[in-house]
C-alpha cells in the first residue's frame, strides 16, 4: 500500500519561509520521480516542481528562483523549501508520486498525499 504524508504547512507572513515533507512508503522511492503541485480555492491543482530518481529539477516559472524540491532517499522524503513566499502562494500543497513524462499534470502521477495548508499572510 502507498502512502505519501505531507508535513510542514502553516501560517506565515509574506516574505517568509517554509518547508514541506513528504514521506513516501510502499514504493521505490529511490527510482520514482516525485513532485509537488497545489491547488487554491476555486482552481485547478497546478504543478509546482518535480525532483527525477536522480538530482534533476524542473520547476514553474511562477515559483522558480524561491522554492527547491530535494530528496532524501534514505528517509524516503521529498522536501519543499519555500522562500519569499507570496500571498498568491496560499494552497493546499500536494505531494505526488510515480510520474511519467511530460511530468507536469495531475494524470502524470499515480500516487497524491493527502496536501497540507499553506496560507501567506499580506
Known amino acids: 500500500q502507498v502512502q505519501l504524508v505531507e508535513s510542514g504547512g502553516g501560517l506565515v507572513q509574506a516574505g517568509g519561509s517554509l518547508r514541506l515533507s513528504c514521506a513516501a512508503s510502499?514504493?521505490?522511492?529511490?527510482?520514482?520521480?516525485m513532485a509537488w503541485f497545489r491547488q487554491a480555492p476555486g482552481t485547478q491543482r497546478e504543478f509546482i516542481a518535480r525532483?527525477?530518481?536522480?538530482?534533476?529539477?524542473s520547476y514553474a516559472e511562477s515559483v522558480k528562483g524561491r522554492f527547491t524540491i530535494s530528496r532524501d532517499n534514505a528517509k524516503n522524503t521529498v522536501y519543499l523549501q519555500m522562500n519569499s513566499l507570496k500571498p498568491e502562494d496560499t494552497a493546499v500543497y500536494y505531494c505526488?508520486?510515480?510520474?511519467?513524462?511530460?511530468?507536469?499534470?495531475?494524470?502524470?502521477?499515480?500516487?497524491w498525499g493527502q496536501g497540507t495548508q499553506v496560507t501567506v499572510s499580506s
Open positions: 525532483i527525477s530518481s536522480g538530482t534533476g529539477t
Open positions: 505526488a508520486a510515480q510520474g511519467r513524462r511530460p511530468f507536469i499534470l495531475p494524470r502524470d502521477y499515480n500516487y
Open positions: 510502499g514504493i521505490i522511492f529511490s527510482s520514482n520521480v
